[in-house]
């Protein structure tokens, strides 16, 4: 393959190409916009349900725009003391934010020490953490079910939260992360005096920030959404998180779609609003890690 | 400044000099070590162990060893589990054949619609990776609505152009092909965003190169593209095959298994949710454990054969 350098030839190619795919750019956008309106028109739906009086869902004409809005969906399901989705709401955050917070901890100060220090039996523990991934997730489920029940976490947070930071994908990520740095800084930091431990606290942990913010998204995200542990852990109807909460709505409310949609907002939301924020941010790091785990 | 190394080495606590025991690296290590060896390095051992056992985690003293038992009744005709085991097993294969090409055409398809310089593809990319942030409980319960044979959107377009509505939840194939269209909706986005990245890495030269010998749009994809996104695609094929391998939450909300069927065990009842049930509804824990070990067997096996296959043809 021969590169060109002539800046004609480049030009002409690149005028050619324009003006034949004018009329396809417009073809394009059409394409595109159909598809992103297919894309996007169930959650719209599911927005609609949740806003409609129980007379407009199943009319014989649809109407996208609620004739009558109705906040009464909502008012129901948080009104209902059997179903308490505030309760589940907070619940969410709580077991999130814990998980994301433990993760970022506990999978930097291990991804250091596995990037940056020589000990006995480091390859070997590495190794070990390698292994793991290739292990599909559904031979954990019984074990760790068993675990949790032993230590006397079922039916408990921390039987949600636990097993959880068992994961090794933050380790691998953050690892990258801090053998990308250049060594200097901390050699720097080695010269002055400072001990390893101060040397990852002021100089490692602060350069990471990019890599941290990247991985306390994802594991948020992914610990928001999680649906079948905590179905599996979790007894107590006030102890639910939302996804497990909406299994339990549906069965509640076997045909009343406008608060199981309200629902279904209810846990969509914070994720939506986290990902028009933070759009850049989630979209690149799936494409830079492929997200494994 | 110059610094020589062996200034750094003195400077560098401990490395390189034979003090005595440095515990700091293992004292970073420790916390995720400790979760790692009891929630992930230790369950392969205790699933293997508890699978050898007749295990009802409700009446802890009626264990008792029964060996290979909750494996060979897998294998043979006549036991509880065989007809509804191989019934979830073949239900999630196809599952897996059904959907991974459509997971792979589709979102390829997107990431080359998107793969140019309009302005406003950003947008684009944005909302068609939406639908993945959110759980698959959402999914599954807004599935269990637009797909209602009475009163569902769907059915309402359908009716609409004149065309037979079936009652998608609750007969074949209907139910699969619902499960398969919401699963589609829900992670096309999500290989897309992966496909996009690696177009976007092959070098313009080739491109430029291929239309200077004459190649048509159609010769460019084949021959520079393709090639181009071969690691990618393997990449993609491999984990969407997992990921369609554990679908769970879609079925459970949309049709619980069913529709029933006569042989046993329900028509798009997958693997994951006969595990659940086996091992946490029927409280069978021993039984549940060793279905998991044949089925990650299977996807370990499948997993390694797609890596392979990918090896050989670099």
Known sequence: MTTINEPNVVQRVSRDWQQSHRFQRIILYAVLTAIALLVILPLLWMLSTSLKPKSEWFLPQIYWIPRTFTWNNYQKILDNDSLPIARWFFNSIFVSSTVTVLILIIDSTAAYAYARMEFKGKRMLFGLLLATLFLPGIMFLVPNFLTVTKLGLLNNYAGVIVPGLAGVFGVFFMRQFFESLPKELEEAAYIDGATRVETFLYIALPLAKPALATLGIITFLASWNDFLWPLLVLKDRELLTLPPGLRTLQGAYTSEYGQMMAGAVITSIPVLFLYILLQRYIVESVQTTGLKG | ?314
Request: no cysteine; net charge positive.
């Open chain 2, 1 to 314: 400044m110059t610094v020589s190394t062996k200034e750094i080495a003195a400077a560098m606590p401990v490395q390189g000099r034979k003090v005595r025991f440095d515990w700091v690296p293992y004292l970073f290590i420790l916390p995720h070590f400790l979760f790692f060896v009891v929630f992930a390095a230790f369950p392969f051992f205790l699933g293997l162990f508890i699978s050898f056992f007749e295990y009802d985690i409700l009446r802890p003293e009626a264990t008792q060893f029964v060996g290979l038992k909750n494996y060979l009744s897998l294998f043979t005709r006549g036991t509880v589990e065989f007809p509804v085991f191989w019934n979830a097993l073949i239900n999630t294969i196809e599952f897996v054949l059904m959907s991974v090409p459509f997971l792979v055409i589709i979102p390829l398809f997107l990431a080359l619609l998107l793969n140019t310089n309009l302005s406003g593809k950003n947008v684009y990319r944005a909302i068609y990776f939406a639908p993945w942030v959110m759980s698959s409980a959402v999914i599954g319960l807004l599935g269990f609505w637009i797909f209602q044979s009475q009163g569902g959107l769907l059915n309402y377009y359908l009716k609409d152009l004149g065309i037979d509505t079936p009652r998608w939840l609750s007969s074949m194939p209907w139910a699969w092909v619902s499960i398969l269209i919401v699963t589609v909706w829900w992670t096309s986005g999500f290989n897309m965003i992966i496909i996009l990245a690696a177009l976007q890495n092959i070098p313009a030269t080739l491109y430029e190169a291929a239309s200077i010998d004459g190649a048509s749009w159609w010769q460019r994809f084949r021959y520079v593209t393709i090639p181009q996104l071969r690691p990618v695609l393997v990449f993609i094929v491999i984990i969407t095959i997992i990921a369609s391998f554990n679908l769970f939450a879609q079925p459970l909300f949309m049709t619980n298994g069913g529709p029933a069927q006569s042989g046993g065990g329900g028509s798009t009842e997958p693997i994951m949710l006969r595990i659940y049930n086996e091992g946490f509804v029927r409280n069978r824990m021993g039984s549940g454990a060793a279905m998991s070990f044949v089925v990650a067997l299977i996807m370990i096996f499948v997993s390694y054969f797609n890596f392979r296959l990918f090896r050989t043809r670099e």
